[in-house]
């Protein structure tokens, strides 16, 4: 087709440079056409329906394929517009120029559509459990997406016929640096694919790592885990450490644990005692916010000579504030059923015992 154009002329003019021009703005409308109406059409129909992927798959690949019109059809209207003067080595580069334009643009549309493939690995992750919906959908699309571009960049140049295997082979030397300067990138990676497999938190979760990480979890990133510690300081901590350390996850706790001991004064009875054990168990058992599958109220012995009482239940609620308002309930009861007991709380006391100088003489003459 491109030497008939070449063959007729006008006005001493080839046909081809009067076709270029209209041809290429019918590919501009066609164009406009593609990505004003036909999408916008097509997506109004899609969200329609009960499926929810097409749509999202649709949104992908629209702005993509636009682009891949425009660039096919300004590589075609070149292509008329050169005639016979596109031949032999410029023929070459123009088409090894078409093939990268073209690769450039499916690897963008691939792109694209790994968000939506990141989407659908995330519902089914979370089928039975939908709090995670959306946690470690960053973390899986940056996988897939990342995997796209290494995959499209080597099909690509594969297509514009580079050796890829002599290439690889020839950043061998450098290609081992740079795997010992990335170890501690793979770790990380390793780490965030074992976070996402074994889930122990999610963002939102109070966690605890070590004696220096406390706090609760913003971000599940590809490379690191963002905490919020209490201090309002924000921890960055590699998922590598992550992944080998042992987490604390407060979040998932069903009950929070409160155990008291109190310290009786040396005086107390042991019928006072007793007077105490009873009313602090009556107590535990009416308490609303106390759990009553597991609790106790014992006397457990003595420390410094002081008789002590230790109190083991669990608040039913996890929540932070009514913990301490229940820790706080059962402290003032505390204190009422020892005022009615008429026992005071112990506190730490030295005595010393003096003897009489006479007392002495007569013990050592014994």
């Known amino acids: 087709m491109i030497d008939f154009l070449s063959n007729w002329q006008w006005g001493g003019v080839p046909l081809r440079f009067f076709i ?17 109406r036909l999408v916008p059409h097509l997506l109004r129909r899609f ?13 992908a690949i629209g702005k993509p394929l636009s682009s891949l019109i425009f660039v096919g059809g300004i590589f075609f209207a070149l292509r008329i517009g050169g005639g016979d003067m596109i031949r032999g080595e410029i023929l070459t580069w123009f088409s090894a120029a078409g093939k990268l334009a073209a690769g450039i643009v499916l690897i ?9 493939a990141a989407q659908v690995v995330d519902d089914l992750l979370c089928r039975k ?13 940056k996988t897939l997406q990342t995997t796209v571009l290494v995959l499209g960049i080597l099909t690509l140049l594969s297509t514009l016929h580079v050796d890829v295997a002599g290439l690889l082979t020839g950043l061998g030397i450098g290609g081992l640096a740079i795997a010992l300067a990335a170890q501690e990138t793979l770790g990380n990676f390793f780490g965030s694919i074992t976070i996402l497999a074994d889930r122990p938190f999610k963002p939102g979760d109070w966690i605890a790592v070590g004696k220096k990480i406390d706090g609760v979890v913003e971000h599940v990133g590809f490379r690191s885990t963002h905490v919020r510690t209490w201090s309002d300081t924000l921890l ?22 409160i155990d008291q001991t109190i310290s009786l004064g040396y005086d107390t009875t042991d019928t006072q005692v007793q007077e105490v054990l009873r009313q602090l168990r009556l107590a535990v058992t009416r308490e609303q916010g106390i759990d009553p599958v597991f609790n106790f109220v014992h006397f457990v012995g003595f420390s410094e000579s002081r008789p002590q009482i230790r109190l083991y239940y669990f608040s039913k609620s996890t929540d932070w504030l ?3 308002a229940v820790q706080e309930r059962m402290s003032l009861t505390i204190l009422r059923c020892l005022k009615e007991a008429n026992v005071t709380l112990g506190y730490p006391t030295s005595l010393l015992y003096l003897q009489k100088k006479d007392e002495l003489r007569s013990k050592e003459n014994v």
């Open 236 to 257: 960055s901590i590699p998922n590598k450490t992550l992944s080998n350390e042992i987490v604390e996850n407060y979040s998932s706790m069903t009950h929070r644990r």
């Open 129 to 141: 459990n939908t709090s995670l919906r959306g946690q470690f959908l960053p973390l899986i699309r």
């Open 20 to 36: 270029v021009p209209p041809f290429l703005i019918a590919v501009l409308l066609f164009r406009w056409w593609f990505a004003h």
């Open 108 to 116: 963008w549309m691939a792109w694209r559509l790994a968000g939506v």
């Open 322 to 324: 009514e913990y301490l």
């Open 47 to 59: 969200s329609k329906k009960p499926t929810f992927y097409d749509e999202q798959i649709l949104a």
